[in-house]
């Protein structure tokens, strides 16, 4: 097998993704949200998230496996007919550049850091026991969530708002965001194929980093058995905050 010439960081960024895309998805939500910033300084924009597609598909494969016991579908079911309109736009969106991606990226960052603003003021008003039930709130982050995986990989951060605002477990939570994140990047991979941003050699590439997943899947595992759920609670709204921090600031960046 004939290998992409890549150089030594890029093969150092990758395998450090897989990694993190396997504690992403077994343990710590949000995590993998810094993989976006740097495939795209190793690789450039597209090529980086058509590398990183496949490496998520193979994860949701462990995820769910593990964790699918603890699904909340009544969840996923409110969000997945949301998403697949995002997907579609964001497809649209691509394919005629009215709107790139980089500009969506800042739009996306200032909702997810107002969400959670809304979320932090609910919680100092004692109202945490509030979960929304409008069916506004769950189609609207459905299609943000589907909007942002089809642009750039980037929907951590609004399911974990989903997440937190329900109030789940952490192994319920871990469990929903598995299999919903399963369907959506199976349903991508054809998409990317068509727009080329996943090829020959990158599918080579995610072959030999594929099992650094299985290193991030064991220590996402064994970090959520140890968490308390106060710890998680915080730990992911931190990264989400990280993370939508960075989608704002990237289009200065030229990421």
């Not at 699904?71 to 309109?85: I, M």
């Not at 399911?159 to 990047?185: C, D, H, Q, S």
């Not at 998680?232 to 990421?255: D, E, H, K």
Request: glycine share 10%.
């Amino acid at each position: 097998m004939q290998l992409p010439d890549y150089q030594t960081f890029q093969w150092v960024a990758l395998c450090l993704c897989a990694v993190f895309v396997g504690m992403n998805k077994t343990g710590v939500p949000g995590l993998g949200i810094f993989n976006v910033p740097m495939l795209a300084i190793a690789f450039g924009g597209m090529s980086s998230t058509g590398l990183m597609l496949p490496l998520l598909a193979f994860a949701d494969l462990f995820a769910v496996g593990y964790y699918h016991r603890h699904a909340r579908w009544s969840h996923v079911l409110k969000l997945l007919p949301w998403a697949l309109p995002g997907i579609g736009a964001g497809f649209l969106i691509l394919r005629y550049g009215g709107i790139q991606d980089v500009h969506m990226k800042p739009i996306l960052g200032g909702i997810v850091l107002t969400l959670l603003a809304v979320n932090f003021w609910r919680m100092r008003k004692g109202d945490a026991l509030a979960v929304p039930t409008h069916w506004a709130f769950a189609a609207s982050l459905g299609f943000f969530a589907g909007l942002t995986t089809q642009l750039a990989n980037a929907a951590g951060p609004v399911m974990v708002l989903y997440l937190i605002a329900m109030r789940l477990p952490k192994e319920e939570f871990i469990g929903t965001g598995a299999w919903y994140f399963l369907i959506l990047n199976y349903l991508k991979i054809p998409l990317f194929i068509h727009e080329g941003r996943i090829t020959w050699d990158s599918i080579q590439a995610d072959a030999v980093v594929a099992p650094f997943i299985l290193v991030g899947v064991a220590a996402g595992i064994w970090l959520l058995k140890r968490i308390p759920q106060r710890v998680f609670n915080l730990s992911v709204q931190a990264l989400a905050i990280l993370a939508a921090g960075w989608l704002m600031v990237s289009v200065f960046m030229g990421r």
